[in-house]
């Protein structure tokens, strides 16, 4: 039988369930392997690995497969083979393929291998802190270089020359380490308008329009007087002396909604999407850089029939950049109240599906108590409840108002930078009156512009909120600042080099408030309706969960007093 003409997958990281528990997509991460440790008591029980892979590979389970063919996967990848069979592939020339089983469909007739990348160099911000600045290998960076070799072996295997392309919101870390372009054997890097967030590839006639060009090899060259759609840049990039050069794709366009197609085939949690963009203009972020588009209900039940007709899915995971803003106008309404009317009316039609439970995946603060009618009448919608705990992401990104005020004023819109801890510890309240349960982030080295008092006045709003509401659920994770959106030409925030005593405090101040409040206190009164399951991984989580500050404090001894000492008034004060 011959191959496909077009093999599109994501490395392991991206094509599972993580055993149903959703935050645990996060755990891609965590460190795998350290480089540098060669002795010691962990080096004699696992050598260089940090996280153990057996307990990495048994909570990110493989998904389901039929011969290969992946059974679900991410969401993005789903909307090209979408897009590839509307503009004329057929049925058999597409394959949106199982990682761990790519060798089976490359052949002498596979023009192009897709890969859809989140993190594929560990340099996202989550990872950029578990990993102390890449200093250590994530799981991310680890299985997107096996998947990487894997192609490459089958293709000298089978002397194939399928043209290797990598796309989605992960690609700008080759501009970091284009070292890495040359050992994977990339063709080219696919770009949106903004630096990678998102190519828009999938509106009518151009994901057709794109691989076309691609299997004839029209970006063979880039041609600056060639009129195109697709913008072809060489860079060369200059590392210790040494030359590497990457092919850059742009795409400056983006779909309107009626151009998007609906997704096929089930997507991995049952993710699909109602918006597109956000208004609130953080400097800090890609999305606010795209136009706001909103998916109507109608469409947005279309994907969810798919994912429960073709998938046997019973969840809707909504993918939404601040679900609040969702059916506003920003321009014609400054305040960005929210449209009230508009959520209730999307989240019925996605419970009209036979959905049992659904979640946003993102919400500002601001968003939820901005209309005091919304949150409690979603929740009624959804039918959230003691057995239905809604988990929402929640960008908490400073407890500094001097910060927030500088970088995020809209965030809070309608109110003022002055109000943000009410904001926070207001809003925390009523979503979790109504069984939502807010999973923070929070950025450390804003822009490199984040002072001692900048951080510690973070720890004491986490503290603050502990005191006041002592049976609050939520969990915070601080991520260091990466330079993208509005702050692309700042620099990263160095971890490893950085380190300052009053964020060691912040991470220490996060890290005690998941173990004795997430972890101690409620994970297992949340997620997941499986008790057995439920009860299984809040255990593992109570067994593993105090490594992360031990390693703190081990880490606060190695820089010096003024570390411990932070540590030690984190303890004393704001425990
Ligand atoms: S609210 Fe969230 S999605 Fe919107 S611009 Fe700010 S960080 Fe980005």
Partial sequence: MGKPKIVLTADRTLMSIYRGISLASFFGCAPAIDPYRHDGFWYWILKNQVTPRVLFDFICNPIEHDHGIARYAPYGLRKIEAGLLRDGFARDEVAVVHPEHIERFIGPETEVVGIYEMDPLGMGPVTMTFTYGRKMISYDEFY???????????????????????????????????????????????????????????????????????????????????????????????????????????????PSIDEIPEIVEPSIHGMIEVMRGCGRGCKFCEVTLRPLRYYPPEKVKQEIEVNIKKGGLRNAWIHSDDIFVYGLNPRKNKNMEPNTEALIELFEAVMSTGVVHTNPTHGTLAGAIADERLIPKLSEVIRAGPENHIGIQCGFETGSIRLIEK??????????????????????????????????????????????????????????????????????????FVPIGLLSKSKFYDIGNSMTPAKVAVMYKCWQHNFKYGIMKFMHKVGQNDPIRRYFFTGL?????????????????????????????VKAEYW
């Fill in 407 to 480: 970088y995020a004023d809209r965030k809070l819109a309608p109110f003022k930078p002055s109000e943000w801890h009410w904001v926070v510890k207001h809003a925390v309240k009523v979503l979790n009156e109504h069984y939502w349960v807010p999973a923070f982030t929070l950025i450390m080295g804003l822009d490199n512009n984040e002072q001692e008092e900048d951080s510690w006045e973070t720890v004491m709003l986490i503290h603050e909120l502990e005191h006041e509401q002592p049976e609050s659920k939520f969990t915070v994770t601080p991520l260091t």
């Fill in 541 to 569: 989580a109570r067994a593993l969960g105090g490594i992360p500050l031990t390693a703190m404090e081990k880490y606060a001894r190695r820089k010096g007093p003024e570390f411990e000492r932070a540590i030690e008034k």
């Fill in 144 to 254: 997107s270089a096996e998947l990487h070799k894997r192609i490459r072996l089958a293709k000298e295997r089978t002397g194939s020359k399928a043209k290797v392309v990598v796309g989605a919101a992960g690609t700008w870390q080759y501009n970091y380490d284009p070292a890495k372009i040359e050992e994977y054997d990339i063709y080219a890097i696919v770009e949106g308008d903004f630096g990678g967030t998102a190519p828009e590839l999938d509106g009518t006639g151009v994901t057709g329009a794109f691989f076309r060009a691609l299997i004839n090899g029209e970006f063979d060259v880039a041609n600056p007087f060639k009129k195109s759609d697709f913008k072809v840049i060489i860079k060369d990039f200059d590392v210790d002396g040494r030359k590497y050069y990457g092919r850059f794709i742009h795409y400056n366009d983006e």
